[in-house]
């Protein structure tokens, strides 16, 4: 699975084999106490700087730093972040009742946290763009999507920084933990358990209960005038191509995206979706969403 994962992250830049591989700046940096908040950063070794950063979220169940390719966006002097984040494997080991919660509180603090350190590595705190492949675009639509989480009466540096980003680049995404959307957008999908502390099946069936959770941690819940753009892309149609299975192709199929747009475009978000047969104006692909979004 995590080798599948990887290449998810590859394949909106256009690549089939994996990059070579180019030693972080700075490893394995805490930007909270547990020992998953950790995160690589990658800086152009030309240009003067400071430079614009895209941050990549890594998994939601093990914990896994997501880096898209390097050789792809340091040579143009994009700075890179790979964040690995607690898991809900490690919320549901420590008893948390909304393990989704810590996904999206380290989404959070990991760009406030490079935010406050930008001079440390050279990076331009205005220019931020978060992103995510398949399940680590979660995180980032939430980052992205909320409004700005600095807490101004926080004794933490970190806290009090701002989270705001410039946009958000979500492949092949999950946008929603609202299991009933899940079922309109995506007839027959399951995903997400345990996000509210319960299977899929019990989180159905407890909606209404769970409602306020949902509508604080979910991020079409949390779209607002003021949310970063965001762009979606998916490498298959909205027809299930035959080699590959009905469950991996509905966890993937760019309905998401379409029903997650729709509420998007009613709140005001600017938002756009791309996949087969379906490009999108103004961008090539997502690569060139992050490259734009960045340069301005």
Known sequence: ????????LLLP????????????TAADVSYGAHAHQILDVYVP???NGPFP???WFGGLWQPTKGVPDTNRFLPQGVALVGVEIRTMTDAVNEKEKVPVSYIMKDAVRAVQFIRLNATRWNLDPARIVVGGGSQGAQPALYVGCVTDRADVRSADPV???SSLVKGVAAYRSQPTTDPKLMQEW???????????????????KRREELLPLIRQWSPENLLHVGS???YFENNWGMSRPENIKEADYK????????????MAAAAGVVSYLKYPDHPTEGFADIWDFIAQTLKR
């Open 251 to 262: 966890v993937h199929s760019p309905a998401w995206g379409v029903g997650f747009q729709k």
């Open 45 to 47: 070794t030309k240009g």
């Open 228 to 230: 970063a753009p965001i």
């Open 13 to 24: 830049l256009g690549l089939t084999a994996a990059p070579v591989k180019v030693a972080p």
């Open 1 to 8: 699975m995590h080798h599948r994962y990887i290449l998810w």
């Open 53 to 55: 950063v895209l941050i």
């Open 159 to 161: 806290e009090r920084t």
């Open 186 to 204: 995506v007839p027959g999908v399951q995903w997400g358990t345990p996000a509210y502390g319960c299977s899929f099946e019990e989180s159905l």
